[in-house]
């Protein structure tokens, strides 16, 4: 069957338009989650190394094969892939603002565990970001019609 399976046929059209919502949203959760553990576990690698990093490249090779960066590398290129798939699923105007809220854990994280400084105005932007995933959370994940001028799903 184009556009869908078989047993989405079968099912009456909200049922699947639910699944492809759950499943989307699922996929934006892990992407969100791989992008914040990873951007956490490299930064923390980094700020944690005892090498001094200058010129010469042999440092950085090393500190690639660190457990810390080398599992933020690995979570970042599994976010990459996650990404791309979420991002054929689902409009692009719905996914960057929903994964946006990876920025707000990460500045979290960063003040938690990591001891940075955010000030007021980062807080602020953070707040916005927040208010920008809750106008566009609720709203249809993919709004993009095929060429019969059915809405396309995945």
Not at 134 to 141: I, K, M, Y
Request: proline share 5%.
């Amino acid at each position: 069957m184009p556009g869908g399976t078989a047993v989405e046929a079968l099912q009456p059209a909200g049922v699947a338009a639910r699944r492809v919502d759950l499943k989307t949203r699922v996929f934006a959760v892990l992407v969100v989650f791989t992008n914040v553990v990873g951007n956490f576990s490299m930064s923390w690698g980094l700020k944690h190394q005892v090498v001094q990093l200058g010129l010469s490249p042999l440092p950085y090779i090393r500190l690639i094969f660190s457990p810390w960066v080398l599992l933020g590398t690995t979570l970042l290129i599994l976010w990459l892939l996650l990404r791309m798939t979420l991002l054929g699923w689902a409009d692009l105007s719905y996914i960057l603002p929903v994964t946006a809220f990876g920025y707000v854990l990460n500045a979290v994280l960063g003040r938690l565990f990591l001891g940075e400084v955010v000030s007021w105005q980062r807080w602020m932007g953070t707040l916005l970001i927040v208010i920008g995933i809750a106008l566009v959370a609720p709203t249809a994940a993919n709004t993009t019609l095929d060429d019969a001028g059915k809405e396309r799903r995945p």
